[in-house]
């Protein structure tokens, strides 16, 4: 045999053992499973099964939303009859704040009427304060001058010693600040209450030469505020000539946090106080108190434009009050 037939007869059986050696081979495909073969009374079994529970939780869930239908009907029960309660409390809450008013009411005008006794019975004496009931029912206490042109005056604003500063917030003009043997503001809420009744306003100046001079305005009153403690003047009468604060009559108090002015400016800013600033001033009695040498320099100082100008704060003011029908 040539020696190229006996290398092709070897690889012809290399090839061989090689095929038949290999494991797919032998295998048969997998025999499958007649319909018979199948486990069918087990699998209806689960079905039954999963049929009961699924009815089971509707019937849970049927249940679950009525209940939730109840709940809610009972909640919306609640809530009505909370409202209906809380709507009678409303109304005994107002019926008390009116009896409270109504005694407040009483008291201002007992307190003036004790103001008019005491003046009566210590004229001559220089100054008394007393005490007086207040509308939360704490004691307020009050400055009077009871000698100028026959006493009975309740002082409400006083500047003579630059100690207190008068840029203040709404909240604090309401409550008043300041010392009443010094300088101080007796708080618009407690101004407004002493107005009620018809009440005349005097305001007396001091210039730093010491000349004084005095402006008097009958039918004086502060609105409440939610009137924004409005200004309301009657006719003027006095001493310094110019009358300086019909201006602001009729006009809203402003502070620095409450910008009630008539004007585009803030007011209360630019002349650094709480005022009736109309648009803004021809007077500013609660602005910045300015010594001897700073005092004829500034637009937001103490000022009385008819007696002095726009730029001369005054060395001493005090605004008092006393009743209409006061006879010293
Ligand atoms: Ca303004």
């Known amino acids: 045999m040539p020696k190229k037939t006996l290398s092709a007869m070897a690889w012809l059986c290399i090839f061989i053992v090689a095929f ?56 919306v029960m609640q809530v009505m009859e909370l409202e209906s309660s809380s709507k009678r409390m409303e109304s005994r809450l107002t019926a008390a704040e009116s009896k409270f008013s109504e005694m407040n009411n009483q008291i201002d ?5 004790a103001a008019q006794t005491v003046t009566q019975t210590s004229a001559g004496r220089c100054c008394l304060s007393w005490r007086v009931l207040s509308r939360a029912l704490s004691l307020l206490q009050v400055f009077c001058d009871m000698e100028t042109s026959g006493g009975g005056w ?3 604003q006083r500047r003579k010693s630059g100690l207190v500063s008068f840029y203040r917030d709404w909240k604090q003009y309401k409550q008043g600040f300041g010392s009443i043997r010094g300088d101080f503001w007796l ?7 002493l107005s009620r009744r018809p009440t005349r306003l005097r305001v007396e100046m001091e210039d730093w030469e010491g000349t004084k001079r005095h402006a008097e305005y009958s039918r004086f009153a502060l609105g409440n505020e939610l009137n924004s403690y409005r ?17 602001h009559n009729n006009t809203a108090f402003s502070t620095k946090d409450k910008d009630n002015d008539n004007c585009l400016d803030k007011c209360a800013q630019l ?14 009695l609660n602005g910045v108190y300015y010594l001897l040498g700073e005092h004829n320099k500034h637009l937001d ?28």
Not at 23 to 33: A, D, G, L, N, T
Not at 231 to 247: E, I, R
Not at 305 to 321: A, D, F, N, P, T
Request: hydrophobic share 30%; glycine share 8%.
């Open 20 to 75: 038949v050696g290999h494991p797919v081979w032998p295998q048969k495909p997998p025999k499958r499973k007649t319909p018979a073969e199948l486990t069918v009374p087990a699998c209806c079994e689960e079905a039954k099964e999963l049929k009961a529970q699924i009815a089971n939780l509707s019937s849970l869930l049927s249940e679950l939303s009525q209940k939730q239908e109840r709940d809610w009907v009972s909640v």
């Open 109 to 113: 005008i007992m307190q003036l009427q």
């Open 154 to 156: 309740t002082i409400i």
């Open 187 to 193: 708080g618009n809420e407690h101004i407004h209450r």
């Open 231 to 247: 200004l309301f003047l009657g006719n003027y009468s006095g001493s310094v000539g110019n009358d300086a604060l019909s201006y």
């Open 271 to 284: 002349r650094k106080g709480g005022y009736w600033y109309n648009c803004c001033t021809d007077s500013n």
């Open 301 to 328: 100082g103490i000022t009385w434009y008819g007696w002095h100008g726009s730029s001369y704060s005054l060395k001493r003011v005090e605004m008092k009050i006393r009743p209409e029908d006061f006879r010293p």
